[in-house]
């Protein structure tokens, strides 16, 4: 490819700087990275600096093979250095629905990794001394008694898989966690967190290089051949043969691989930051410090910083566009959550894609005998993603059985393919939200 033709093609990341978020203003320092401009060969290429590239790389380099990531912007810049920063069990789909659709067997193994993500990160911070602000606790919040009686049949559940860090909160024992007027009571996980998710992708970045990996940054992949016995990558200025190659560009992968562009789709979803808060402030709202989730088809999600401002997400846009007012939009939902914060500014409002399967589950499989991919966390990928990374490296060193029970999960179209599936799905979150907002 001609430079010529590449200077009329559009950049996806813009100029490939983080977006003017709370987290790219707080980021940890991280060094400039270089571009791709050669050819170059490699055990294992990566597409993609977020956190299942990441993951995958460390595990991989863990285990003595070498690594090269090609990442579009710069580490993080996607939705792993964009999203709420929640230490979440869980898959988007419930462990009850992935039972009921694909067996019980199924079920049973899906319920025996949800919990691995969390450790894993918990470890890399550990192992590799990452500074990303690390606190503990998580809380599913209800609205409803109809929400209470989900999430009693949740800690049931999730009991029956082996996990016990569940507490039902009744509304006064919510109040001591969340001083909210809006909540019929809660489940606490003990075993949840919150992170400053940017910088855990730096730090993770940082411990690739340290074991020997190599990261090029602004190395858009254009092109992916992986019909041949070692799957060629060409960014737009550079080009990579490697013997394994693994596909990790989640919502951001675009049209560079067709075969993936039709499984997911990408959705935005925004957070708004406020000013730091008093200590007195910030302890009567979320006394515990725990991040905050309710359990309603479009969420509300918020957390403390370390700094004590509230972050505070919510809302979807199907097909991945930005809102015109995301402050507007948020702050009315934050003022039903907290109305105590009526007159706070909000120093920060951003956007970012996370992809989404039909399924609701993550998409883990193989193009070809040594091309893998992982996407469609479907706004559970904090966690997802760690552990995916850890199959992928288990996969890619002959340990395939843990990839394989995800692999074999299929594959579900959207309804109106490609053409109509923003329309599909945003009449979809029409419906769950007006039964949200009856009650039923």
């Given at each position: 490819?001609?430079?010529?033709?590449?200077?009329?093609?559009?950049?996806?990341?813009?100029?490939?700087?983080?977006?003017?978020?709370?987290?790219?203003?707080?980021?940890?320092?991280?060094?400039?990275?270089?571009?791709?401009?050669?050819?170059?060969?490699?055990?294992?290429?990566?597409?993609?600096?977020?956190?299942?590239?990441?993951?995958?790389?460390?595990?991989?380099?863990?285990?003595?093979?070498?690594?090269?990531?090609?990442?579009?912007?710069?580490?993080?810049?996607?939705?792993?250095?964009?999203?709420?920063?929640?230490?979440?069990?869980?898959?988007?789909?419930?462990?009850?629905?992935?039972?009921?659709?694909?067996?019980?067997?199924?079920?049973?193994?899906?319920?025996?990794?949800?919990?691995?993500?969390?450790?894993?990160?918990?470890?890399?911070?550990?192992?590799?001394?990452?500074?990303?602000?690390?606190?503990?606790?998580?809380?599913?919040?209800?609205?409803?008694?109809?929400?209470?009686?989900?999430?009693?049949?949740?800690?049931?559940?999730?009991?029956?898989?082996?996990?016990?860090?569940?507490?039902?909160?009744?509304?006064?024992?919510?109040?001591?966690?969340?001083?909210?007027?809006?909540?019929?009571?809660?489940?606490?996980?003990?075993?949840?967190?919150?992170?400053?998710?940017?910088?855990?992708?730096?730090?993770?970045?940082?411990?690739?290089?340290?074991?020997?990996?190599?990261?090029?940054?602004?190395?858009?992949?254009?092109?992916?051949?992986?019909?041949?016995?070692?799957?060629?990558?060409?960014?737009?200025?550079?080009?990579?043969?490697?013997?394994t190659l693994v596909l990790c560009g989640n919502a951001y992968l675009g049209n560079a691989?067709?075969?993936?562009?039709?499984?997911?789709?990408?959705?935005?979803?925004?957070?708004?930051?406020?000013?730091?808060?008093?200590?007195?402030?910030?302890?009567?709202?979320?006394?515990?410090?725990?991040?905050?989730?309710?359990?309603?088809?479009?969420?509300?999600?918020?957390?403390?910083?370390?700094?004590?401002?509230?972050?505070?997400?919510?809302?979807?846009?199907?097909?991945?566009?930005?809102?015109?007012?995301?402050?507007?939009?948020?702050?009315?939902?934050?003022?039903?959550?907290?109305?105590?914060?009526?007159?706070?500014?909000?120093?920060?409002?951003?956007?970012?894609?996370?992809?989404?399967?039909?399924?609701?589950?993550?998409?883990?499989?193989?193009?070809?005998?040594?091309?893998?991919?992982?996407?469609?966390?479907?706004?559970?990928?904090?966690?997802?993603?760690?552990?995916?990374?850890?199959?992928?490296?288990?996969?890619?060193?002959?340990?395939?059985?843990?990839?394989?029970?995800?692999?074999?999960?299929?594959w579900l179209p959207f309804p109106g393919g490609q053409r109509f599936r923003v329309q599909?799905?945003?009449?979809?979150?029409?419906?769950?939200?007006?039964?949200?907002?009856?009650?039923?």
């Open positions: 490819m001609s430079s010529k033709s590449i200077k009329h093609t559009p950049h996806y990341a813009g100029d490939t700087q983080h977006v003017n978020s709370y987290y790219a203003a707080t980021a940890n320092n991280s060094p400039t990275r270089a571009r791709l401009q050669e050819s170059i060969e490699t055990d294992v290429c990566i597409v993609g600096a977020g956190f299942s590239g990441l993951s995958t790389a460390l595990h991989l380099l863990e285990k003595g093979r070498t690594v090269t990531l090609l990442e579009g912007a710069q580490v993080g810049w996607g939705a792993s250095g964009r999203n709420g920063g929640q230490l979440v069990h869980g898959l988007n789909a419930g462990l009850d629905t992935i039972e009921k659709r694909y067996g019980k067997e199924n079920a049973n193994f899906i319920g025996s990794q949800v919990t691995k993500g969390a450790n894993i990160i918990r470890r890399f911070v550990a192992d590799y001394d990452i500074q990303c602000d690390l606190k503990e606790l998580n809380i599913f919040a209800a609205l409803t008694q109809k929400h209470m009686k989900a999430l009693e049949l949740k800690q049931a559940l999730w009991q029956k898989h082996g996990m016990h860090d569940l507490q039902l909160l009744d509304k006064s024992a919510m109040q001591q966690h969340v001083n909210s007027p809006l909540y019929t009571g809660g489940l606490l996980d003990t075993s949840g967190g919150h992170i400053h998710p940017l910088n855990l992708a730096l730090g993770e970045a940082a411990a690739v290089e340290k074991l020997g990996g190599t990261i090029y940054e602004k190395s858009r992949v254009i092109a992916v051949d992986n019909l041949a016995k070692q799957p060629i990558v060409t960014t737009d200025e550079g080009q990579v043969r490697c013997k691989v067709p075969a993936l562009a039709s499984r997911v789709m990408p959705v935005s979803t925004q957070i708004i930051a406020t000013e730091p808060l008093s200590d007195e402030l910030a302890a009567s709202l979320l006394p515990t410090d725990a991040c905050v989730e309710d359990i309603r088809y479009i969420l509300d999600y918020y957390r403390l910083s370390a700094d004590k401002r509230l972050l505070f997400g919510g809302g979807t846009v199907y097909g991945g566009t930005d809102p015109a007012d995301i402050e507007g939009k948020l702050k009315k939902n934050m003022l039903k959550v907290f109305p105590q914060l009526v007159g706070t500014k909000i120093d920060y409002a951003w956007s970012g894609n996370f992809a989404l399967s039909f399924s609701r589950l993550p998409q883990l499989g193989k193009l070809a005998d040594n091309t893998y991919h992982a996407m469609g966390y479907s706004g559970h990928g904090v966690t997802g993603t760690h552990l995916f990374g850890s199959l992928l490296a288990d996969a890619i060193c002959g340990d395939t059985q843990q990839f394989d029970q995800f692999a074999k999960l299929p599909y799905s945003t009449m979809g979150s029409w419906w769950y939200g007006m039964r949200d907002a009856i009650g039923v």
